[in-house]
């Protein structure tokens, strides 16, 4: 289901399922980045469901938990995102060794590396979130070992006349780039 109004960066708490339908074919990102065939086979069958927690520390930093679920049998990741562009090591079962870092930003920003990651998005007041009035959050996330790069904006954006939450993501690995838009439909509070 799409996002309603109420429900925007300010707090993204509760569930969101991967809608398939919608989003691109993650195929072709995920062998870039190492996953093996078999992984990408059952990732591509399994429904993906981001359990969100969203809260401010004592500091004023923003803090996004995820922790993600698959149908088929296969064990979630978890993101830890604290929004303050501090990079952070993290180990991922299926991703491998990661470095990572998150932060508001506004989408006229000059450092976002690609343009497909600027594109599409609601842009009004309604949907700031951050502490200035930002309305989307920056991830870039890099494995050393495997020689990948991944970049993602995360914000909402209108798809077929309705409102979602939307990440665009850019991996590149040498000189190759691939690029993917992941739309996720509103299940609720849990």
């Known amino acids: 289901m799409a996002a309603p109004p109420e429900v925007s960066l300010k707090d993204l708490s509760g569930e969101w399922v991967m809608n398939k339908t919608l989003?691109?074919?993650t195929d072709a990102v995920l062998a870039l980045q190492g996953i093996s065939w078999i992984t990408r086979k059952a990732i591509a069958f399994a429904t993906i469901t981001l359990h969100c927690k969203q809260y401010t520390d004592d500091a004023g930093h923003t803090h996004i938990d995820i922790e993600q679920t698959a149908t088929g049998g296969?064990?979630?990741?978890?993101?830890?995102?604290e929004l303050d562009w501090n990079q952070r090591s993290h180990e991922d079962h299926v991703f491998g060794s990661?470095?990572?870092?998150?932060?508001?930003?506004?989408?006229?920003?000059?450092e976002i590396p690609d343009d497909f990651l600027?594109?599409?998005?609601?842009?009004?007041?309604?949907?700031?979130?951050?502490?200035?009035?930002?309305r989307h959050i920056e991830?870039?996330?890099?494995?050393?070992?495997?020689?990948?790069?991944?970049?993602?904006?995360?914000?909402f954006a209108i798809i077929?006349?309705?409102?979602?939450?939307t990440r665009r993501v850019v991996v590149t690995k040498g000189g190759e780039a691939l690029k993917v838009r992941l739309v996720y439909n509103w299940q609720g509070k849990k």
């Not at 296969?74 to 995102?81: A, D, N, P, V």
């Not at 991830?139 to 914000?155: F, L, M, P, T, Y």
Request: zero cysteines; proline letters at 3%.
């Open 160 to 165: 077929d006349g309705k409102r979602y939450y």
């Open 118 to 134: 600027k594109e599409g998005w609601i842009e009004g007041e309604e949907e700031n979130g951050g502490p200035n009035g930002e």
């Open 98 to 110: 990661l470095k990572g870092q998150s932060r508001w930003l506004t989408i006229d920003n000059p």
């Open 74 to 81: 296969i064990k979630g990741t978890t993101e830890l995102r």
């Open 23 to 25: 989003s691109d074919d």
């Open 139 to 155: 991830s870039r996330v890099v494995n050393e070992e495997k020689g990948w790069d991944a970049e993602q904006i995360w914000g």
